[in-house]
């Protein structure tokens, strides 16, 4: 429990409400959009719980999305000790996203911590039969095992409130959103 608290103190990730259930069917992403978030495809919580993983162990991401920006938080729990930290990329499609920016404790996904600043990176989201992936299998298929789980309003809203998310759905770092 003490574990999940200060995850939730340092990554903001215990703080996103409902992910929104994308398929391929989704419609396409617009490039603007207000000042507030839409949500869109890849906006939501995604858990990937391989076997018999307690849920605060799963692998996750929780994600905002404003149009074509998506800004959020990532969390692994592999080999018994955990990594979180947080993560921006660009929506292409309503299926297709790149990640262009990551930041956390150091492991495969970051190799800066966020009160450090920003790794570049270019790596790709998709949403392939309602589930989210992070990988690509060499033949270029997708390989999703994040699926949707549901999330508390005020958690979604204690994220929209973390001083470095209206930054990053405006557009900073990176690109234009």
């Known amino acids: 429990m003490f574990l999940l608290l200060a995850l939730e103190g340092c990554t903001g990730l215990g703080t996103l409400q409902a992910g929104i259930k994308a398929g391929a069917s989704a419609p396409p992403v617009p490039h603007h959009s207000s000042a507030t978030p839409q949500g869109g495809p890849f906006a939501g919580e995604w858990e990937a719980c391989p076997g018999e993983t307690p849920s605060d162990q799963c692998s996750r991401y929780v994600l905002l999305q404003r149009g074509r920006r998506i800004c959020g ?19 292409d499609s309503s299926t297709e996203a ?5 930041c956390g404790r150091q492991s495969v996904e970051s190799d800066i911590e966020c009160e450090d600043g920003w790794q570049r990176i270019d790596k790709p989201l998709r949403i392939c039969k309602g589930q989210l992936s992070d990988l690509t299998r060499a033949d270029g298929s997708c390989f999703a095992y994040y699926h949707a789980v549901r999330m508390a309003d005020d958690r979604r809203e204690a994220l929209l409130a973390e001083p470095w998310m209206e930054d990053c759905l405006s557009g900073v770092p990176g690109d234009a959103p």
């Open 73 to 91: 938080t990532w969390f692994h729990f592999p080999s018994g000790k955990e990594y979180s930290g947080r993560i921006v990329a660009r929506a």
């Open 98 to 102: 790149r990640r262009t920016h990551v």
